[in-house]
């Protein structure tokens, strides 16, 4: 299936690694023109490294999602590199996890502000040269958790938000052929899920409750990255598409 991503140019934040990388690569391997947008800068030059040694077109920018001038500033060298931005994908998060009256505001604070003004300042960023081209495609890297995990109050809101955030996208941006969906992602092997104290109590729950046996792989998430950013998913806005392995609420 010829995606018909040729061309396009793709943002995605928190691509330094992780699934954010392999969503880079899922689309530079389609033919788009990759920004590479990090936190963390060594993440950034690797990640940037790795594309253009594959052969592809990339660009990176060290920026925190919640700078808006930081967003702002890569949305114009992508504009002065590539000409403006095509697809948008709002990856970048992270947990913090404890329960709510253990829960200190700056973790609340870190993990709601990282995943939902991040995706208010990059959308807000970024849309601009896709409304004007007629032509776009936002993505916003949710969460099974979106329907409550506990010890999780901060990231299963901030992930719900996200959701809703989208689906109000959709709305607001059919008409100018700009699609908004959302990827609520299962327990996908990553450096962040490896990292956690929780992995082998993670992973086993996982296991008991999926019907399909084995962890997701960063490939599972970039696949339907590339699919909805794609022309051949221009009918679907505003959808929740679960990669879970079959697992839902519980
Ligand atoms: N791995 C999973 O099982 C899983 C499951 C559901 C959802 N997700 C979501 O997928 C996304 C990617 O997760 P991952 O597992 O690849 O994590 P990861 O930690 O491997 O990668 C996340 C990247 O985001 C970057 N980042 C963090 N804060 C940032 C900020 N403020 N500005 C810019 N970049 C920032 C990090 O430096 C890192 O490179 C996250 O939104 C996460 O919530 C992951």
């Not at 077109?57 to 590539?82: F, K, P, S, T």
């Not at 506990?150 to 699609?179: C, D, H, M, V």
Request: with cysteine.
């Amino acid at each position: 299936m010829d995606l018909q991503l040729t061309g396009k140019v793709a943002v995605i934040t928190g691509s330094g690694r992780g699934i954010g990388y392999a969503s880079a690569l899922a689309l530079a391997r389609e033919g788009a023109r990759i920004v590479i947008t990090d936190i963390d800068p060594d993440s950034v030059r690797q990640a940037v490294a790795g594309l253009k040694e594959a052969g592809f077109e990339a660009i990176g920018a060290v920026l925190d999602v919640c700078d808006d001038g930081q967003v702002r500033a890569m949305a114009d060298e992508a504009a002065r590199a590539y000409g403006g931005i095509d697809i948008l994908v709002n990856n970048a998060g992270f947990t913090r996890d404890k329960y709510l009256l253990k829960m200190p505001e700056a973790d609340w604070d870190a993990v709601v502000d990282t995943i939902l003004k991040g995706a208010y300042h990059c959308t807000r960023a970024a849309l601009p040269s896709m409304m004007e081209r007629k032509w776009g495609r936002v993505i916003n890297i949710a969460s099974r958790a979106h329907w409550g995990n506990p010890g999780q109050t901060n990231y299963s809101a901030a992930k719900a938000g996200l959701i809703g955030f989208t689906r109000a996208l959709a709305l607001e941006q059919g008409k100018f052929n700009i699609t908004a969906n959302a990827i609520a992602p299962g327990l996908i092997e990553t450096p962040l899920v490896r990292g956690l104290s929780t992995y082998d109590m993670l992973r086993a729950n996982a296991l008991a409750r999926q019907p399909v046996q084995r962890l997701g792989a960063v490939e599972d998430i970039a696949d339907a990255v590339a699919f909805l950013a794609s022309e051949r998913a221009s009918f679907i806005t505003g959808e929740l598409l679960h990669v879970t392995g079959g697992r839902y609420a519980s």
